[in-house]
């Protein structure tokens, strides 16, 4: 099956912020002259500003008045447009985190969205004052009014949870459920497995259960879906090997399963499943913690998700 999923982009344009309106204007004639003149902290900025014509650059201030927080859900997901500004800021703590800079604002009003992606300028000349908040801090309580609270959304609770977590980096937070795209959601999964039974063979299906102990009722769950090829995955497993076990580990061995053979026994074209997204989506849907479940038994076991070498995809 072919991914199908399209990645947004932010389709407004607001005016330049105040901090850049003081820098000299690019010509084409002299844009490099004009470049040198730049503080350092603003290149950046001001190069892929000048990249087209049609460039548009805005705060991220801008940005939340524009829109409320539901705007920035569908279907229980973070829109594509919030999930990649909320890594790109994440792989810029990050870089301060390896040069042990921990503390400092973080203010929307700082933050420049340059076609959907974020940069923040002032990052690149960071102050190390340590009686500022610390950007743990200042994240968490940018991402809260970027996407609000909400219990219902497991994934959201187990993010925040993960945040005031000090042993987690912000290259862990990186990789979180969250803010995977349909397309790693997809394949992490299956990147995990293949990864536990190259590294760890056999011991680790006793620590996923150790670790990861949730009683669950996969048939019954799994009776519910509106896709007959969900079924039809469970009758083949466990008339071939048995019952899946009724925990998380039942739960992840099910969700490999279903990925690599979700239309292998529908005998009707119009039973069968056409997208990942649909697949993901509906395994979610049954199975709402399977996939911090995971996330949580691979930080937990010190394995890097650097080191599953996930699919992205676009991120």
Known sequence: MENDFVEGAPSS?????????????LSGSDSSANLDSLPSAAKVVATESHAGQTSSHYTLADMLKRSDVTSRW????????????IRDIIELLFQLELKDIRSGNLNDGDIVIIHGRAKIPYLANPCIETKLPSYRQEFKSL????????????????????IDHLGMTFNDLW????????????????DAWLHLQYERRDTWRNMYQNVVNNDIDINTIIGKSKYKAFMLVLLKKTKREGAYKNNALGVFDYSRD???NVNKFVDKDD????????????????FPTRLIDLYEFLYSMGISMDSLGLRRGSN
Not at 13 to 25: A, C, M, Q
């Open 13 to 25: 344009t607001v005016d330049i912020p105040e901090f850049l309106k003081s820098f000299p204007k």
């Open 74 to 85: 569908e279907d229980g997901r973070v829109v594509d447009e919030y999930r990649k500004i």
């Open 143 to 162: 991402v809260s009014r970027m996407l609000g609270e909400n219990a219902a959304i497991v994934e959201l609770v187990h993010f925040y949870g993960k």
């Open 175 to 190: 990789y979180h459920p969250l803010l995977q795209s349909s397309n790693e959601r997809y394949f992490f999964p299956l």
């Open 258 to 260: 279903i990925l690599e």
């Open 271 to 286: 039973e069968r499943i056409s997208t990942k997204h649909e697949v993901e989506e509906e395994l979610t849907s049954l």
